[in-house]
C-alpha cells in the first residue's frame, strides 16, 4: 500500500491556526490592551494637534483681528473716560480681549465638529484614548488660541497710549486665559451636539448673546435689574468680572462659582457627548 509523500518540512512541528481561531485570538487581544498612562494624553499628541490649529490662517486672522478692531472702534474713542476708578479704554481692552479668548477657544473646540465629519472621532474610539483626555488636549490647544488674542489686544492697547502698570495687564491677561477653559470646552461640546456646517456659526450667535449679557461689550448697570440678575448666571458674566479684577474696585465673589459650575457642566457635556458618538462605531 502507497502512502502519500508528507508535504511539512522534516523537523518542523509548526502548526496550521484555522482562519477563525486567529480571528478570535485577534479580538481578544484587543479586549487586553493596557490603557496608557493618563488615558492617552501626551505631549506628543498635543504638540500635533497644536500645529495643525496654528496652520489654519482663518483661524489666526479671525482670532486676532476681530478684538482688535473692536478695541478700535469702542475702546479707543473712550480713552479719555472713567468708569469709577478705572480708564474706560483700559476696561474696555480687558473686556475685549476676554470676549477674544472665548471666540478663539469656543471656536477651535468646535472645530471636532469637522472631524467628526471625517470620521476622525470613529477613529479614536478604536484608541485606547480616553474621552477626558482628548477634551483635555482640545482645551488646552483652545486656550493657546485664546492667549493669542490676549496678547495681540494688550499689545495694542499699549501702543495707542493706554497705560497700566505692567503687574495689573499680566494678571489679567492670565485670569482670561485660564478661564477660558470654560469656553474652549463649550466649544467641544458643541462640536459634539451640532453638524458641522452649523456648529461654528451657532457658536459664534452664541457667545454674541452672551458677551452681550454678561457685561462684556456694555456695563451690566444699563440693563434692567431682573437682565441684570439673569446675567450672573451666565458663564460670560463670570470670566468677565474674574478677568477685570486686577482693574479695581473689587468684584463680584459669585463669578467663581459661576466659573466652576459652568465649567463642570461643559467638560461633563462633552464628555458624554464623546462617548454617545464613538458608541456608534
Known amino acids: 500500500m502507497s502512502t502519500q509523500p508528507s508535504t511539512q518540512p522534516a523537523g518542523s512541528s509548526k502548526v496550521r491556526t484555522a ?33 495643525r490649529k496654528l496652520r489654519n490662517r482663518r483661524t489666526l486672522i479671525f482670532t486676532m483681528i476681530m478684538p482688535a ?45 469637522i472631524e467628526r465629519a471625517l470620521g476622525w472621532s470613529r477613529q479614536l474610539a478604536l484608541t485606547p484614548l480616553r474621552p477626558a483626555a482628548y477634551i483635555l488636549i482640545k482645551v488646552i490647544v483652545s486656550m493657546v488660541l ?30 482670561v486665559i485660564l478661564t477660558s477653559c470654560v469656553f474652549a470646552a463649550f466649544g467641544v461640546m458643541l462640536g459634539y451636539l451640532l453638524p458641522a456646517e452649523n456648529a461654528i456659526q451657532v457658536a459664534s450667535m452664541v457667545l454674541g448673546i452672551l458677551s452681550l449679557i454678561g ?41 467663581i462659582v459661576s466659573v466652576l459650575v459652568w465649567l463642570a457642566i461643559f467638560v461633563a457635556g462633552s ?7 464613538t458608541s456608534r462605531v
Do not use: C
Request: aromatic content about 10%.
Open 146 to 175: 485664546g492667549a493669542v488674542s490676549v496678547i495681540v489686544v494688550f499689545v495694542l492697547t499699549a501702543i495707542t497710549g493706554v497705560h497700566a502698570p505692567l503687574t495689573t495687564l499680566v494678571s489679567s491677561g492670565l485670569l
Open 271 to 277: 464628555a458624554l457627548a464623546l462617548r454617545r458618538d
Open 19 to 51: 482562519p477563525g481561531t486567529a480571528s478570535a485570538r485577534f479580538l481578544s487581544s484587543l479586549d487586553d490592551r493596557r490603557i496608557p498612562r493618563f488615558g492617552g494624553f501626551s505631549a506628543t499628541l498635543l504638540r500635533l494637534e497644536l500645529l
Open 69 to 113: 478692531v473692536f478695541y478700535l472702534i469702542f475702546g479707543l474713542t473712550n480713552k479719555d473716560e472713567m468708569l469709577g476708578s478705572t480708564n474706560a479704554a483700559l476696561y474696555i481692552s480687558v473686556s475685549l480681549a476676554t470676549y477674544g479668548a472665548m471666540i478663539a477657544t469656543t471656536t477651535g473646540g468646535a472645530q471636532v465638529a
Open 215 to 255: 457685561g462684556l461689550f456694555v456695563p451690566l448697570e444699563i440693563w434692567p435689574d431682573t437682565l441684570q440678575t439673569i446675567a450672573r448666571f451666565t458663564p460670560a458674566y463670570g470670566v468677565g468680572e474674574i478677568a477685570r479684577a486686577p482693574l479695581g474696585g473689587g468684584y463680584d465673589h459669585w463669578a
